[in-house]
């Protein structure tokens, strides 16, 4: 039977909370930047109109 030390333990638990931190910043990262994008194209709506090519003579 193979009996784990607490150190493989420590070292198991502490590549789970960097894996869990490093998740949380890219989660967080994507989030900022779809928000950015999100309010981005809300405030600058597509115009409904072409602009005018030529002017009034």
């Known amino acids: 039977m193979i009996q784990h030390t607490p150190t ?3 070292a ?7 894996w869990r931190v490093m998740w949380l910043i890219e ?3 994507w989030h900022q930047l779809f928000l950015c994008i999100d309010s981005f194209v809300l405030r600058n709506p597509p115009l409904r109109k072409a602009a005018k090519r030529y002017g009034q003579l």
Not at 12 to 18: E, N
Request: aromatic fraction near 0%; charge should be positive.
């Open 8 to 10: 493989k333990r420590a």
């Open 12 to 18: 198991a638990k502490r590549r789970l909370a960097q």
């Open 27 to 29: 989660h967080s990262i």
